[in-house]
């Protein structure tokens, strides 16, 4: 298949890294050449830009604050009351620095996919799921702070003769939720970079991605959203108290 | 709102498919055959009943009742 071209790609090879172009093969658990491979190096950059791009706007903290503290402020309040609306003050308050994380890198590892050049980490399935792993386990880690070894009386149901049924079809229905949410990040986000991809080469001269770029920016925003959302619920779900 | 229900359709595929990928890889890995359709029917029916199960929990979420 034709790559596309990635600016970080080329640079690191011009300098004598090897980039792999595939894959490991099947069965091969640590390659450490993957960490050159682009939607590594592509989380690399949107790890930097966040670091530095808040510093950059921001400057210095003030009592009165200037216009890239007002910007930053209002978008972390807001984001902060979201949370608390749905998992309460206390929860918000817990998990707001976890939650901010995915959803400013979720965010940015969308978005930057639509320049040329450039490629969404999120289009590659182990970066979904390495999220979705975090999220699910810190479900479940919470589940035993809030509620100690009684967590378990999650899964059995209202009445003890409905256990064996109840107890197999809540297990489906938790790693159910792994794959819906890594699955439709990374479908979502594949499918808007393989269509971006087709129509520049058919007929990027006419301006046919431009539509696609569009939707593109609706649904980078909206998955983001999304992730973000599903995790608050699941986190609320397993801090409130068995049904 | 719309994210909630977006869940709705790959949850309810991805519990049956769970489901029977599970009943599955007990009948032919773990047990080599010697109880081949059942654990997949049993495990197909637990994954229908946890994908009508959430959608269930989804229909009757207290933060919906009240007129969001």
């Known amino acids: ?243 | 709102m719309m994210a909630d229900f977006s869940t709705i359709g790959l949850t309810m595929a991805f519990s049956i498919f769970i489901g029977v990928g599970f009943g599955y890889y007990l009948d032919n890995k773990v047990f080599d055959g010697a109880t081949k359709p059942w654990f997949t029917l049993i495990f197909l029916a637990f994954g229908v009943a946890a994908a009508f199960l959430n959608l269930y929990r989804v229909a009757t979420r207290k933060d919906l009742k009240d007129g969001h």
């Open chain 1, 1 to 243: 298949m034709e790559h596309p071209i990635l600016f970080i790609s080329v640079i690191l090879e011009a300098l004598g890294m090897p980039v792999p172009h595939a894959a490991p093969a099947f069965g091969v658990f640590w390659d450490s050449h993957q960490i050159f491979s682009p939607h590594m190096t592509y989380t690399f950059l949107v790890i930097a830009f966040l670091i530095i791009m808040p510093k950059l706007t921001m400057g210095k903290i003030e009592m009165i604050p200037g216009k890239g503290q007002n910007f930053w402020e209002a978008i972390i309040s807001g984001m902060e009351g979201f949370m608390a609306e749905n998992m309460g003050k206390e929860g918000a308050r817990m998990m707001f620095p976890m939650l901010a994380t995915f959803a400013f890198y979720i965010l940015v590892a969308n978005m930057i996919g639509l320049m040329p050049g450039f490629m969404s980490p999120t289009s590659n399935l182990n970066i979904t799921l390495a999220c979705t792993l975090i999220v699910f386990c810190t479900t479940h880690i919470l589940g035993f702070k809030f509620h100690g070894l009684n967590y378990y009386k999650h899964f059995l149901g209202p009445v003890w003769w409905l256990i064996p049924l109840i107890a197999p079809i809540e297990i489906i229905s938790h790693m159910a939720r792994i794959l819906s949410l890594s699955i439709r990040l990374f479908g979502n986000i594949m499918a808007k970079e393989t269509l971006l991809g087709i129509l520049f080469i058919l007929a990027g001269a006419y301006f046919a991605p431009l539509p696609i770029l569009c939707l593109g920016v609706f649904v980078s925003i909206v998955q983001a959203l999304v992730f973000v959302l599903l995790s608050i619920l699941y986190f609320s779900a397993s801090m409130e108290h068995a049904h």
